[in-house]
């Protein structure tokens, strides 16, 4: 009888606090004030203390619990008394516990004690904590055998919540999602609303070690609204770790700093580990290895050797060894006003970026003088450069979780295996069926960063297969694994519309603080700040479903890239075994060609456009001595070495991600000369689809706020007759949106503004606020040729699968088929002449890579996509 009374007992207590903490808070109060006999002010006691503890009062719960077992003790009451030490018992175990945890816990578990199924749970939740899941699973189990077949529904929903997670930690994803479904079906039956939330939060956790990211952030989003602030610190971690496994360093980064700071004294547990750990990934994602190092060795140092924190900080100590590093890049002003004489609405940062020499020795020792070991799941894969950079990839990008879960998939390792082996069928064999795993893996969330973001490993390994093809001598082969990725993430432009209302009033909310920032208004510049934070993590919302990834295009690319190509070349350059090459296609056959390995690509890049950008000329007349020195070198680093093999055709080029912003009309060698640039040949056979009509329907378009963009437009409107025209207060956001849904060929002249670490908030211009690259992704049919007159939105960055990101990006991404655009300022004395020129040459039937070579190129345009 003591026992079911005491069962009893517990489960409307967790019932009131698994609906809802802060009305059991305000319940236990209310008993406290009324009742003076001590069972009740004892379960009055522990009621208030579990309700604290959700509510984020942890050395008030720890207090109330221990007055609770003190009040039952004095009364007699042995039940009541083992109740609230359970209970307290509960709360350490939560909180990482202490060294004399463990033999509270094992007396508390005993047969003869009243509350042995609460006490076994919350062993396994201590155990949880020191990343020993199948213990923890073993108590699991025997609190649901103690429970029996007739187990209270409304405590087997928190016992199947923490059952759930730890089967996920073990690797069993189908039984845990089996168990946190029936738990989440448990939650919504008896209205338990608090720990709905906490079973969706652990959902969100299963759907990151998945793989599926965006299912995690709708489960996270779901869970949020559940839950107290108090309990929300753990949520946005784990938010950040699923931001961290897409790649989204910028949007994890600003999430963790929003976080409170928790104190000196914290003590190590969960919280703390998690915290440390992607701060460490985060470092990784951005190359300071030292950093990440440091961060790993703060958790290695906290926990005991065998634990799952020691083992995962350990594994990212290894991951820093091998990790590529990016200069850091300076943090944007908001867009102002253009300079006097460009089209320039903000301040840029410096383009292109460096490699940062990374060890290739796995057993090097570290900066201490010990020898780092190799995880154990990756002792036995060969020690090249190849290999630690796919091993680092996958501990950096993998979800927080034992080292099974970072460890890459059996298939990648198979093929490594095969690798080391020397067996080149075999490795095919691997690759492909890794790969072609990837094809049917979850697709991203709709917007085009998340997307971009997705299936880094994917590129890691295709780079690894066109590593093997090299090796051999097959210049095809190695091509087509190069184009695999943009296969594998294959989807129809029109699955990428937003239509989700929220996030278009936060984007029209960023949109008018860009328009008080602009008149002065001191506290927008704050607003921006924190509206790009919610601009980088809004972006999976449930009016933005994941499309569905359709079967990919069948057969080798190759053959379909040469019949397209004509007289074209099709060069493509990319960096295999640590050095760069170009692999050029030139009447369907592929040769690879090495590239000079000093200076350093992305150095000479940057230099030119230094000198570039203080060199803006007129159309036409030509570069100064700098910019072509400049200029010079970088051809013979990028142009020179395929000049045999490419000789005077028409060029189609997917650049290397130091070149996304290179004027690539101001080299030796490619003056005068069509040259489209795309993301990938299979991106180029994309935009070739579109093509522009005999007889297109225009739009001309002059932003807000440049001198001259009026007089621009009335000289293209004479060239275009009947063309529709949008300037001054007519020429806004959402008007654009829909007109150029609607044109075959548009043209804007406006300001336009690139920020360096936001290629999605580039823009330009318009009255009532910028049209962002965001924005674009609501075109429900871009035009077939958009020309865009305005200062370097031509400018992209590359995502970590290459994808490159930016207004022009955008715009073929989402269904276009050419855009002209520039990646340096550009003047407003001569502009538009020369664009009156161009859609002459358009008219007249030129291509537009050739009509750009004759009129544009010289002054920084660019023909990006089918050209």
């Keep these: ?29 209310r008993l406290l004030a009324r009742s003076s006999e001590p069972r009740t002010r004892s379960i009055a006691l522990r009621l208030l203390g579990l309700a604290q503890y959700e509510l984020g009062a942890v050395r008030a719960a720890d207090r109330t619990l221990g007055e609770a077992s003190e009040v039952a003790d004095r009364a007699g009451l042995a039940d009541a008394a083992d109740q609230a030490r359970v209970s307290r018992l509960g709360l350490l175990a939560r909180r990482g516990g202490g060294g004399a945890l463990g033999p509270l816990l094992d007396d508390a578990v005993r047969p003869e004690r009243p509350a042995q199924a609460f006490a076994l749970i919350n062993r396994g939740v201590s155990a949880c904590q020191l990343g020993r899941f199948e213990a923890a699973l073993a108590d699991f189990d025997a609190a649901m055998h103690r429970m029996g077949p007739d187990a209270d529904a409304r405590l087997l929903p928190g016992l199947l919540c923490n059952r759930g997670l730890a089967l996920m930690y073990a690797g069993r994803f189908a039984e845990s999602a089996e168990d946190l479904s029936r738990a989440l079906a448990l939650t919504e039956q008896h209205a338990l609303d608090h720990l709905r939330g906490l079973t969706l939060q652990n ?19 779901s869970a949020e609204v559940l839950l107290p602030e108090q309990r929300r610190t753990t949520l946005r971690l784990d938010r950040a770790d699923a931001l961290v496994a897409a790649g989204m360093h910028r949007e994890a980064g600003a999430l963790l700093r929003s976080l409170p700071r928790s104190g000196g004294d914290a003590r190590p547990d969960a919280e703390y580990a998690t915290t440390r750990l992607i701060r460490a990934k985060l470092h990784l994602g951005r190359g300071d290895r030292t950093a990440a190092a440091a961060q790993a060795g703060e958790v290695r140092a906290a926990f005991a050797p065998d634990s799952v924190w020691a083992e995962l900080a350990l594994q990212i100590e290894w991951s820093a060894r091998f990790v590529t590093g990016r200069r850091e890049r300076p943090r944007p002003v908001p867009p102002s006003v253009g300079a006097a004489g460009t089209r320039s609405g903000a301040a840029e940062g410096p383009s292109g970026s460096g490699d940062v020499d990374a060890a290739d020795d796995p057993a090097r020792p570290g900066r201490s003088g010990d020898p780092l070991r190799l995880p154990e799941w990756a002792a036995d894969l060969p020690a090249t450069a190849g290999t630690a950079r796919l091993l680092a990839d996958a501990v950096a990008t993998a979800p927080l979780g034992p080292p099974t879960l970072a460890a890459p998939r059996p298939g990648h390792a198979r093929a490594l295996r095969a690798l080391a082996a020397g067996d080149r069928a075999a490795v095919r064999r691997e690759l492909r069926r890794a790969l072609a795993g990837s094809d049917r893996a979850p697709a991203a969330a ?12 994917v590129a890691e390994l295709a780079r690894l297969g066109a ?23 294959e989807t129809a432009p029109a699955a990428r519309r937003c239509r989700d209302a929220g996030w278009l009033r936060l984007l029209d909310r960023y949109r008018a603080a860009h328009v008080r920032a602009a008149a002065g208004d001191e506290a927008a510049g704050a607003e921006l700040y924190d509206l790009e934070t919610r601009l980088g993590l809004a972006q999976w919302h449930p009016g933005c479903p994941a499309p569905a990834v359709g079967a990919p295009s069948s057969g080798p690319v190759t053959h379909g890239i040469a019949a397209a190509l004509d007289r074209r070349a099709f060069v493509r350059y990319t960096r295999l075994r640590g050095a760069p090459v170009a692999i050029t296609l030139v009447d369907g056959r592929a040769r690879a060609h090495p590239l000079p390995t000093a200076p350093a690509l ?14 803006v000329t007129a159309p036409g007349t030509g570069a100064g001595p700098l910019t072509a020195e400049r200029a010079a070198l970088v051809a013979r680093l990028l142009v020179e070495p395929v000049a045999d093999a490419v000789a005077d055709r028409p060029l189609v080029i997917a650049p290397p991600p130091e070149a996304q912003a290179l004027p690539w009309g101001l080299l030796p060698g490619l003056r005068g000369r069509p040259v489209s640039i795309v993301a990938s040949g ?16 225009v739009l001309l378009v002059a932003g807000a706020g440049l001198p001259g963009a009026e007089a621009e437009i009335e000289a293209l409107r004479r060239e275009r007759p009947g063309a529709r025209v949008l300037s001054g207060a007519r020429a806004h956001a959402s008007a654009l949106v829909r007109e150029l849904g609607r044109a075959d060929l548009a043209h804007v002249t406006a300001h336009g503004g690139v920020p360096a670490d936001a ?43 290459g994808v490159p990101l930016g207004l022009g990006a955008a715009l073929l991404a989402c269904g276009g088929g050419t855009v002209i655009a520039s990646v340096l300022p550009v003047p407003d004395i001569g502009t538009a002449a020369a664009m009156v020129r161009l859609h002459a040459a358009l008219r007249s039937g030129a291509p537009a890579s050739r009509a750009v070579a004759d009129h544009l190129a010289g002054s920084g345009f660019v023909c990006f996509g089918a050209g």
């Design 602 to 615: 992305g150095d000479a890049i940057d230099t030119l456009l230094h000198a570039a950008r203080r060199d």
């Design 682 to 697: 299979r991106a180029w056979l994309r935009c070739r689809r579109r093509r522009l009509p005999r007889t297109p329907r």
């Design 1 to 29: 009888m003591t026992v079911r009374r005491t069962e009893d007992e517990t489960a409307h207590q967790i019932t009131l606090v698994a609906r809802d903490p802060a009305r059991a808070h305000l319940h236990a109060r």
């Design 446 to 457: 709709g917007h085009l960063e998340t997307a971009a973001h997705a299936r880094a490993s």
């Design 203 to 221: 959902l969100g956790c299963l759907a990151v070690a998945e793989g599926d990211v965006a299912r995690a952030v709708l489960r996270f989003d």
């Design 467 to 489: 590593e093997m093809a090299l090796s051999c001598g097959d210049a095809t082969e190695a091509l087509e694994w190069l184009e695999w990725p943009e296969r594998a993430g």
């Design 759 to 801: 290629p999605m908030r580039s823009g330009i211009s318009l009255a009532g606020g910028p049209l962002f690259a965001y924005d674009l992704e609501r075109v429900p049919r871009p035009p077939a040729l958009t020309v865009l007159s305005s200062c370097a939105v031509g400018r992209s960055v590359p995502s970590p699968t």
